[in-house]
């Protein structure tokens, strides 16, 4: 039997071979190598590519990563020393890419003038970090190719976005790669695919208001998402002042469809304009205030049962919560449902304001229709039970301690429900990501602080710089992000911190450690800002913020920091340099970078210790690696184990031979109190100026214990309530593999 080599040279094939291949790369690694090689040659046939070896071996070490999970980093190490046979290094990716007119001149232009300098900085071992699942979705979606080939490895890729982002400083791009490249924090997806590409768009986030409540605005509202869209954005568009169905149209002599009808179109654009060419689904998250008269029939646009003509089922449903809402809900008052064509103003202002206007439309009989405000709470959560939307964000407390407040009201979020800027007819909102991998900062001494505070400066100052180096899908966003420079710094890993620290997720130590890091982050956040700013100025509409009045986040909170950091020094050099960011910390859900770097998403609780992953990379076994550190050390990992974590769907809660404290350590969150998960996020929000993508999580939701979070984290004065609420399937997957084949078909646990 032969095997085609990369040449197109033939040789006989070996199991010798393969097996040395397999042991070369599994230095270091808890795994049989053997194994995995004689499953790989057992399944050869003459004539297949050495190319195709190793895609086979790479799956084959994957599909055992239930036995260990260092059989995903061998998979990944193959897959990884494969493409490194495939490719030149990133001199040579530039000149391929170059060719096919993808990146930018200038950009080209200063490699090839500094390739020498640029080659000695980059470090190729630091491609074999990778589990089997980052590399992949890297190799999918963020690795540029040429003609469908990869043309970059994944050092390539960071250190494209080095030199995009830092510019011609060698000492800045050094830092940013090395930061970046050793797993320390990570620029957002969007800055990954585009660094260094003509079209540079580096934003993740935009908000849109609906232009104007006539066709012109709608459908120039529409072309805007589509070319935001168009090139990698997630989008939040606020459409309170859409008039409601039944609402008169004066220039016709007719009346108005309402809002669904309109929503049908922009989920079609969601659907045809993806994000970067088929790189991620288009994605639109629509918010309305719960007063809008469509506000029922908007509620039931993601239900699965129903007439098609009133579903959009490809939106992502947002309700923009008044306190008066609520305060009505909890007294089973009244609730009077407008249209803004004739009570206008009422997502123009919030507070007592809003109050004021509100009640003096109802006295005016302005109302199209009067419900019980309890009654359409509930409809509210029957929808979340079966959806999982709409999300939860509360108007007054995003205003009220917003640091934009001075530029008028903000009527929206985003898709991902962390961002809070101000968006009107002519300027869009927009936001540049990035997060922390905060397992990379606990050393033998704990969680390294310091640390931690000098990367998050780093990170402030290149997020700063990519506002810059942004290309602008629109004139609208080009204004406010120049005007404005909000950023948005979040954190990945929050629960692995907590792992590396044997601590469980909802004891206090862990608590004070949540708190300690928002906190550091944000005194890294504003000194950093504060320094740009002294050298560069501050933003253009800086004047008037609350930061100008010397008021930070946890001043709008009523919060006193720790004594960790020196604030009065800082809030000194504020009151003498201002800022370069009008906003700074962000807590996003970093779904794709944690997977590549392959840390828990965000600040979330694990979800389950064992389970099969599926995404638009392919289908992933994933287990909890410090859980099985944990278990060899003890003697405990097994395959009586292993079949017992797989039989408890990923829980180890019911497993006896775990110990008790070992068991505490990795509850998942369906095993954790809501209340802990609320309160710790209220306990980050006086140190986050933008908000927090805040999913909560009930295995089967009943009313009340929906009702009661929605209450209890409006009345713990967060921004966002609710992101998504994650509930379990109905059912669970039959084991058939217990005891046989659990590596090659381990339970999806996952939510």
């Not at 085609?4 to 040395?20: M, N």
């Not at 004739?342 to 123009?348: F, I, R, T, V, Y």
């Not at 008790?660 to 954790?672: A, C, F």
Request: glycine residues 6%.
């Amino acid at each position: 039997m032969d095997v085609i080599k990369r040449d197109g040279r033939k040789e006989k094939a070996s199991l010798d071979k393969v097996t040395r291949r397999a042991e070369a790369l599994a230095d270091g690694l808890k795994v049989e190598p053997i194994a995995v090689a004689q499953r790989v040659v057992s399944g050869l046939y003459d004539g297949i590519k050495v190319t195709e070896i190793d895609v086979f071996l790479a799956e084959t070490a994957a599909s055992m990563a239930a036995e260990h999970p260092d059989y995903s980093n061998l998979a990944a190490r193959v897959m990884v020393s494969s493409l490194q046979k495939e490719t030149k290094g990133f001199v040579e990716a530039t000149k391929q890419l170059q060719k096919i007119g993808i990146l930018d001149d200038d950009y080209v232009a200063f490699v090839e003038s500094n390739a020498t300098q640029l080659q000695e900085i980059i470090d190729y071992t630091r491609d074999y970090r990778f589990d089997y699942f980052g590399f992949k979705t890297l190799e999918r979606s963020y690795l540029l190719k040429v003609n469908g080939e990869i043309a970059e490895r994944p050092q390539d890729m960071f250190l494209r976005v080095a030199i995009a982002v830092a510019g011609s400083d060698f000492d800045e791009i050094k830092e940013l790669y090395d930061l970046v490249s050793l797993g320390y924090y990570t620029h957002a997806t969007p800055t990954l695919f585009n660094a260094g590409c003509k079209m540079q768009q580096l934003s993740s986030c935009f908000l849109l208001a609906m232009e104007d409540d006539s066709i012109a605005g709608i459908y120039d509202t529409l072309k805007d998402c589509a070319l935001i869209s168009k090139s990698a954005g997630g989008i939040g568009l606020h459409i309170h002042n859409i008039r409601a169905s039944g609402a008169p149209i004066v220039g016709t002599n007719g009346v108005s469809n309402g809002i669904v009808p309109m929503l049908k179109v922009f989920n079609e654009t969601a659907r045809y304009v993806d994000q970067g060419g088929g790189k991620r689904k288009g994605s639109f998250a629509i918010y309305l205030e719960p007063w809008h008269a469509d506000i029922e029939n908007f509620l039931d646009l993601r239900k699965n049962h129903g007439k098609e003509e009133f579903r959009a089922r490809d939106l992502f449903l947002a309700l923009w919560v008044p306190d008066l809402f609520m305060q009505r809900v909890e007294e089973d008052g009244d609730w009077t449902l407008f249209s803004e064509h004739n009570a206008k103003g009422l997502s123009d202002v919030y507070g007592a304001e809003f109050v004021k206007l509100y009640e003096r439309y109802e006295a005016q009989g302005l109302g199209i229709k009067t419900v019980k405000a309890r009654q359409l709470m509930t409809q509210i959560i029957e929808s979340q039970a079966e959806t999982g939307t709409p999300y939860m964000l509360y108007k007054d407390a995003c205003n009220e301690k917003s640091n934009q407040k001075n530029l008028g009201t903000i009527k929206s979020s985003n898709l991902c429900a962390e961002i809070m800027e101000v968006s009107t007819p002519t300027e869009t909102a927009a936001c540049n990501l990035a997060s922390i991998a905060l397992p990379s900062f606990v050393d033998d001494n704990g969680f390294n602080f310091e640390k931690l505070h000098q990367v998050t400066k780093v990170a402030i100052k290149n997020l700063d710089r990519v506002i810059d180096v942004n290309y602008h899908p629109t004139d609208k966003i080009e204004k406010s992000n120049h005007a404005h420079r909000p950023i948005g710094l979040g954190v990945q890993g929050l629960a692995d911190v907590f792992f590396k620290l044997k601590l469980p997720y909802d004891s206090a130590k862990a608590g004070e450690i949540n708190r300690d890091i928002a906190e550091t982050m944000y005194h890294a956040a504003l000194e950093s800002s504060c320094e740009i700013a002294k050298s560069k100025g501050c933003y253009e509409s800086y004047d008037g913020s609350p930061l100008s009045q010397g008021k930070f986040q946890f001043d709008l909170w009523g919060e006193k920091p720790s004594s960790r950091w020196d604030w009065d020094t800082l809030k000194q050099n504020i009151a003498e340099n201002g800022v370069r960011n009008s906003l700074l910390i962000a807590q996003m859900p970093t779904a794709s970078t944690a997977q590549i770097l392959g840390n828990t998403e965000a600040f979330e609780a694990q979800t389950s210790n064992i389970y099969k992953r599926q995404t638009l990379s392919g289908e992933f076994i994933l287990v909890n690696r410090y859980l099985v550190e944990e278990l060899e050390s003890i003697g405990l990992w097994n395959e009586s184990t292993r079949d017992a974590l797989i039989l408890n769907n990923g829980s180890v809660q019911d497993i006896q031979d775990i110990p008790e404290n070992v068991r505490e350590i990795y509850r998942t969150v369906w095993e954790i109190s809501q209340k802990v998960i609320i309160d710790m996020s209220a306990a980050r929000g006086p140190y986050v100026c933008q908000s927090q993508s805040l999913n909560l999580w009930l295995a089967t939701p009943t009313f009340a214990q929906i009702n009661a979070m929605h209450f209890y984290a409006w009345k713990q004065g967060l921004k966002t309530g609710m992101y998504y609420l994650r509930t379990k399937p109905s059912t669970n997957a039959v084991k058939v593999t217990v005891g046989q084949q659990q590596d090659e078909d381990c339970l999806n646990c996952g939510a």
